[in-house]
């Protein structure tokens, strides 16, 4: 798919997924998108675990509560390092970032769709109760979770401000844009 | 350009730039591209300013210092807002980043080339300084400055570690992906 394309389609996907399970071809493919993006002096502090198991799905929709979670046939769970590598400053919730909308980008492009889970895990404990089920050491923090699987239904990317409110040339907030 | 291509091209360019200025029409696609990127409950916490105004340049590449920013002939320079827009948490570094990378995507696929300049700004008031220059308020952070330019030379991404190294099936460490 065109980039340009894949961009335009990206969604935020909250409905159910066809009960297709995903190639592991295919679920390389996106997390190999991830691991291809830029991070901080190069130091790549993001790690991923995959999870396509049917017992640790259900135990992750446990945890997580999204009825929505309960059709997902994987998982992409993204695990941080969060030592400095520049100065006292670590990149690593860059690093995620980049990797998580490369991945995301990926996911469109083969068919499939996802939503970024974030701020919900990280309350009430949920980020921790995932980092013991899937063995992830406690030096390290499960950020961001990506439900995967083929969507049941359209969808369409949030509606965004115009150019002309988010963009300016030479000034802030002139109005040349 | 394919998406996997794009995200394989996609480089860190610290080399010099053609003297060829860049049609506004591309630097509106490619900040386009940044606003399309998801952010934290849609909220959009992240603004561009598009400096392609000379004396700017000059301004910022003075403020930055290094070499081969002299011959950029634009600058991508990302502004948060980092009020929280869930419970006390801001996204807007994610959206930053997120915004970040789909910019340097579309840089690629156009055939520019940039590269993510971050920390060295954070550090000797540099960020501040530039925000002066572009009139951005105190109450937004200038994050993120992306230089543009065609190439003079090719370049290539910064080696990954392989797959097995950073991605795992189910379990953290495990050795079957």
Known sequence: MDLFEAI???????????NIPIPREDLEKIVEAGIRAPSGCNEQAVEFVIVDDREKLKAIHKI???????TAQAMIICVLDHRPVFRDISFCI?????STENILLAVTALGYASVWIDGHIRVD??????ARLLSVPDDKEVRVILPLGIPEEPGTQNAKKPFSERAFFNVYKSTNA
């Open 94 to 98: 860059e690093d995620c970032a980049a």
């Open 64 to 70: 997580i509560d999204y009825g929505f979670l309960e």
């Open 125 to 130: 404990g949920r980020a921790k109760e995932i």
């Open 8 to 18: 335009k389609k990206r969604h935020s996907y909250r409905g159910n997924f066809k």
